[in-house]
């Protein structure tokens, strides 16, 4: 497997630096809501996926298939068993790869932009399902390729990829102000 590049990111920052093409971002310090959405999201694709994933928050991959290569680290990510080497090492701790499924969670200032490249990266680098919860409009849209569907209130959110993942807003949502 190969082995993550250098790009210099210090390990050290928090919030993480992310590296898109080159250029750093420095991702937004969470905040109440988006800890609880976070940690809503990786309990819910745990349950979805038994033991048949890894599932991890604030995990940092690189996508090295252009230069200059970048690195992301999204709020939760679902890898499917068998992606990463067994072994322990760096090739299992700085995976070179996307996340079968990504969860970005919005904060108040991230810019739509960015947002969309990183989708696009994440996609062009084996993604097949980037969630993107919004806190403050509380919904919650399902990007695949060649679709792209937002669901909120009183609604499920379903994915075509994986045909047995179902998001219930309400649920999702309940007791977060």
Known sequence: MQLAPDLGIPDDVKPAIESIRGRWYQKLSPRTRHSLLQSRMARLLERWAGEDALIGTEWRFYLVREEPPSSLVPDVAWVAEG????????????????????????????????????????????????????PTARTVRMCERGRDQTSGAAEIARSTVYPTLAIDIDALFARIV
Not at 99 to 126: A, M
Request: glycine share 6%.
């Open 83 to 134: 992606r990463l080497p067994d072994e322990a090492g760096d090739a299992r701790e700085l995976p070179v790869l996307a996340p079968d499924i990504v969860v970005e969670i919005l904060s108040p200032r991230d810019r739509k932009r960015l947002l969309e490249t990183k989708i696009g990266l994440y996609f062009d680098h084996g993604s097949s399902l980037v969630i993107v919860v919004d």
